[in-house]
Structure formats: C-alpha cells, structure tokens
C-alpha cells in the first residue's frame, strides 16, 4: 500500500465540443506534471448539461474525437484516466458513460450511469430520463497494478448499496464525477461524498465541472476528496481549477482495523 496523488479537473464545460477536449488535455497534463497518477474528468465534459447536446455530442465507442482524446491523453501523460462522463450513444440509445483508460492507451472498460437525475423544484426542473437510458448490471471494479477503483456518476451517489457493492469487491478509492447544480450541491454533495466515504471506509473522490459564466446549467463545482475517515482532504470552491490529493491507500485497512465494521467483505448490521 502506497500514497498516489489524484488530480481532479475542475473544467468548465462550453457549447463546443472541440474546445472542451482541449481544455480536458490541458488540465490533465497540468496535473501530471504536478505528480498525478490518477487524473479524473467531470461528468458531460465534453458537452453542456442539457437534452439538445446530450444527442448532438453523442458518440458511438471506439469511433470519436472524445475517445482518440482520452486514449491519447492516458498514453502521452502515462497516467490513469478516468474520463469523467460522456454521452455514449449505442443501438438506438444514449447513455451517460465514463471510459477508464490506463497509462498504455487502451480502455480498460466504462461504467455507465445506473441511476438517472430526474429533478422538479421551484428552482429546476430537470429529467434525464427524457433523453438517456440507465445503464445495468453491477459496477465495474478496476483493478490495477496501483490502486483498485470504483466509479458511480452522479446520482448514484445517492444509493449506497452500489457504494457497498463496490468496496466488498475490493474498491479502495471510489470516483464520482458528478455535475451537481447550485440547488442540490450545497447542501448534499459534501454530505454524501463524505457519508459514502465513512460508510464504506474507503477514499471517495467527486469531480465536477466548474462554474461556467454563459451556461444553460448552474454548476455547483466544489470537487473534494474524502478520506475513508471522512475527512476532506482537498477542496476546490467552484472556479476552474486543478485539485491535487494524496490518497494514502494504507489508511482504508489502518481505519477498518481502528473501526472494524467489515465482517468477511461484508458490512455488519
């Protein structure tokens, strides 16, 4: 068990597809060359958080300018790159998927979305539901030679039975881009980034797209690392930046050790 450094790209998200890939590189080889191993993407980097771009920006894997960025991105910074989310289109269907490439280029696999936004306050109405399809099937766990990681996107990050799922299947670090808006996120998005973390005594890393000056939705920025302790060991405000942390892997065994909650890869009740 050793330390990483994780660089969250805190990005702001315009109507240009083009632009956005450029800032995405941009901002991950700023956090490579700060020492990141890990570098991890919003969620919709590549296109603004609304139904029109969420089909206009689609793309159908491995064919895109979203894929040939992320692999050549992974491959010329050597690192593991968690590409926040897209809008992956597929028979038919749209859905809302991150794709993990390792240091070589290649993918290593997606998760899509399993639990879809469907919002109605006096602030935002918002269904995601009108436009995408849910993904299925359990969560991937990635295993690597440097840390074994989870992802959830966003409004998984309200169900911690997919939390549990992923750290009984070894997961030490759980990666959630999450574009949370200016209503919910600062009320719930610390509170439940830190709750999964404690929860399940592993490290939780949320990351989303910065404060956007013009955007057709409010984000709420505010990425944070949580210790499996649940402290927050890094947080951005909600401007544009690059958001280092050390994730020192050997304190999920020294927490469940100090804390045992887990009984043979399974929480007690």
Not at 36 to 47: D, G, T, W
Not at 203 to 211: E, I, Q
């Amino acid at each position: 068990m050793g330390v990483i450094k994780a660089g969250i790209c805190q990005m702001p998200v315009t109507m240009n597809k083009e632009q956005n890939l450029a800032r995405a590189r941009e901002m991950a080889s700023e956090a490579a060359q700060a020492g990141a191993r890990v570098v991890v993407l919003p969620e919709m980097f590549n296109c603004p958080y609304r139904h029109e771009f969420f089909t206009r920006f689609a793309e159908t894997y491995p064919n895109g300018d979203t894929f040939r960025m992320l692999a050549g991105t992974a491959r010329d910074l050597g690192v593991y790159l968690i590409g926040g989310s897209i809008p992956e289109a597929e028979e038919g269907r749209t859905y809302n998927t991150c794709f993990v490439y390792g240091p070589d280029g290649r993918m290593l696999g997606r998760q899509r979305k399993l639990n879809l936004f469907n919002i109605a306050t006096e602030e935002l109405v918002f269904r995601e539901s009108d436009t995408l399809s849910p993904g299925t099937g359990p969560p991937v766990v990635f295993v690597t030679p440097l840390v074994t990681f989870g992802v959830a996107i966003c409004f998984d990050l309200r169900f911690p039975e997919l939390f549990s799922d992923l750290a009984a299947r070894g997961a030490e670090l759980i990666v959630v881009p999450g574009a949370f808006n200016t209503i919910t996120g600062p009320l719930h998005w610390e509170l439940l980034l830190r709750s999964r973390a404690v929860d399940n005594q592993v490290f939780v890393a949320g990351a989303g797209p910065a404060w956007t000056e013009g955007s057709p939705y409010p984000y709420h920025g505010h990425s944070l690392v949580a210790s499996p302790w649940a402290e927050v060991i890094a947080a951005a405000d909600e401007r544009e930046t690059v958001l280092l942390a050390d994730i020192d892997l050997g304190r999920v065994a020294e927490v469940r050790k100090r804390l045992p909650l887990c009984r043979n890869g399974k929480f007690s009740i």
